[in-house]
């Protein structure tokens, strides 16, 4: 069973920048992605980016594209999101997960425990 240990999140001030890291405990790469998703206190979890296999195609949700990068370190077994410019609207618990396609929540199986990232000044 692969597990997924999110690290990273903290409190920082708008414009702000935080690395956020997921380490798998094995190769979770195998055949589908690896995504980033978020869930902010009464709302529903949703997508933030993903990066697949292979070809390392990436995905960003509209409120992620030119903010934030994912990326990976196959030899860490670990997957990256950068993220800059931080809005309030980003405070969130930041999970990482496993074994699905792009940003569709459905089909991810694998999650980590969560990493808290907020945003105030």
């Known amino acids: 069973q692969v597990q997924l240990v999110e690290s990273g999140g903290d409190s920082v001030q708008p414009g702000g920048s935080l690395r956020l890291s997921c380490v798998a405990s094995e190769n979770a790469y195998s055949g589908n992605c690896m995504g980033w998703f978020r869930q902010a206190p009464g709302n529903q979890r949703e997508g933030v980016a993903a990066?697949?296999?292979?070809?390392?195609?990436?995905v960003y949700a509209d409120s992620a594209k030119g903010r934030f990068t994912v990326s990976q370190d196959n030899a860490k077994n670990t997957v990256y999101l950068q993220m800059n410019n931080l809005k309030p609207e980003d405070t969130a618990m930041y999970y990482c997960?496993?074994?699905?396609?792009?940003?569709?929540?459905?089909?991810?199986?694998?999650w980590g425990q969560g990493t808290q990232v907020t945003v105030s000044s």
């Open positions: 997960a496993a074994g699905g396609f792009g940003l569709d929540i459905r089909t991810y199986t694998i």
């Open positions: 990066i697949c296999r292979g070809n390392g195609a990436r």
